[in-house]
C-alpha cells in the first residue's frame, strides 16, 4: 500500500513536470521528445510533455497487413501526424526493415546476419517502388504540418545522396501533378554506424539534422548482440569508445550548423541526462513516460555541472568506474531518485 501510494504521488508529480521547459539552471535548452509508432500514442505524448516527435518508427504501416501500403496508405496517416497542433517537430522514420524484421511481400534473402545485411535504407535503395510510395506520402503530408524526413542506417555519403535523388524525383513528380508539398522538408539521417561517425563531418554538409541511434551504435561499436545472454553484459552506453563517437558526431554537426539529436534507449534513462547535457546535443528522444522524469533531471542540473562531470567520465578507463561516478553524483543530487550502487 505504501509502495502504490508513493507510486501515485509520483505520477502526480510528473504530469505536473510534463508541461514546463526543458531547461537547465543556467539556461540550456535540451528539447526532449517522443519515440513513437502509433497514432494513438498521440494522447499520451501531449500529456506526458513531448515537444515534438523525436522518431515516427514506419515499420508497422508494413508489418500490421498482408499487403505493401501504398502512398495513398502512407499519406493519409502521416497527414494524422503533421495536423496535430501541438507538436513543434514530428521526425518520421523511413522503412527500417530487414534484420531482425520482414515485410511478407518483398523478397528477401535469408541471411547468416541480418544486423548487418540488406536492411533499411540499403533495402529501400533497392526497392525504389516501395520507397518512393512511402516518400510521396510523407511529401504530400508536409503540406499540413513540421514534417521531417529521416533515413536510418546510413553509412556512407552515397546512401544520403541516393536518397536525395529519389526525394527530388518525387517533388518534382508532385510539382508536375500540382499537388502541395513542403519544398524546404528536412532531410536528416540516423547515425548508428561507426563508419557515420567517423564520417559524420562529410555527413554533416548533406544531412539537415543528425539523430544518433544508440541502440545500434552500441551494438556496432562494441561487436555485441544485445540479444545474446553471453555478451549483453557488455553492452555499455558510457563505454569510453561510445561516448566519444557521441561526442565527435554532436561537435561535427554544430561546426556544420545542423543539430543533433539522440533516440535510443540511452535518452530515457534519467542516469544519463547529465551526459548527453553534457555532450551539448539539441534534442533527445524517447518513451512518452519518461519525458517527465528526464525534465525534472534536466531542471535540476547546471550545464556547465555537466560538461564538468562528462569530463571526467571520459577521463575513466571502463565504463564501471564511469557509472560508479555518474551514480554517485546523481544520488548526491537527486537523492528522492536514485538509490545508491553497493560495492560488491
Do not use: W
Not at 529521416?150 to 536525395?164: A, F, H, N, Q
Not at 561526442?247 to 539529436?261: C, G, T
Amino acid at each position: 500500500a505504501v509502495r502504490q501510494a508513493r507510486l501515485r504521488s509520483q505520477k502526480k508529480e510528473y504530469l505536473k513536470i510534463a508541461p514546463l521547459r526543458s531547461e537547465t539552471k543556467d539556461g540550456f535548452r535540451l528539447k526532449v521528445g517522443a519515440n513513437i509508432e502509433l497514432l494513438t500514442e498521440l494522447d499520451i505524448v501531449e500529456k506526458y510533455g513531448a515537444l515534438g516527435i523525436g522518431l515516427y518508427r514506419t515499420e508497422y504501416i508494413y508489418l500490421s497487413r498482408k499487403d505493401l501500403p501504398t502512398e495513398t496508405d502512407h499519406y493519409h496517416i502521416y497527414r494524422k501526424l503533421a495536423e496535430n497542433k501541438t507538436l513543434e517537430y514530428i521526425t518520421i522514420r523511413t522503412l527500417d526493415i530487414g534484420g531482425d524484421k520482414f515485410v511478407s511481400e518483398i523478397n528477401v534473402p535469408k541471411e547468416i546476419n541480418p544486423a548487418m545485411g540488406l536492411r533499411a535504407i540499403r533495402l529501400c535503395i533497392r526497392e525504389i517502388p516501395l520507397f518512393k510510395a512511402q516518400l510521396m506520402g510523407i511529401l504530400r503530408a508536409s503540406a499540413y504540418g513540421p514534417l521531417r524526413i529521416m533515413i536510418p542506417m546510413v553509412s556512407g555519403v552515397d546512401e544520403l545522396r541516393k536518397t536525395r535523388s529519389i526525394i527530388t524525383e518525387c517533388m518534382e513528380e508532385l510539382s508536375r501533378k500540382k499537388i502541395n508539398y513542403n519544398k524546404d522538408i528536412k532531410v536528416g539521417i540516423m547515425v548508428e554506424v561507426p563508419s557515420a561517425c567517423m564520417i559524420s563531418d562529410k555527413l554533416a554538409q548533406e544531412a539537415d539534422f543528425f539523430s544518433i541511434g544508440t541502440n545500434d551504435l552500441i551494438q556496432y561499436t562494441l561487436a555485441i548482440d544485445r540479444v545474446n545472454e553471453y555478451v549483453s553484459y557488455l553492452y555499455e552506453p558510457l563505454h569510453p569508445a561510445v561516448i566519444r563517437m557521441i561526442k565527435k558526431v554532436v561537435d561535427e554537426a554544430h561546426s556544420h550548423h545542423i543539430q543533433a539529436a539522440l533516440c535510443g534507449e540511452m535518452a530515457g534513462e534519467p542516469l544519463y541526462i547529465p551526459v548527453l547535457l553534457g555532450l551539448g546535443l539539441d534534442e533527445i528522444s524517447m518513451n512518452p513516460y519518461s519525458i517527465p522524469r528526464a525534465k525534472k533531471m534536466i531542471r535540476g542540473l547546471d550545464h556547465g555541472y555537466c560538461r564538468e562531470l562528462l569530463e571526467e567520465i571520459m577521463k575513466q578507463d571502463s565504463p564501471e568506474e564511469g557509472e560508479k561516478l555518474l551514480n554517485n553524483e546523481m544520488v548526491r543530487l537527486f537523492p528522492k531518485d536514485f538509490v545508491r550502487v553497493h560495492e560488491s
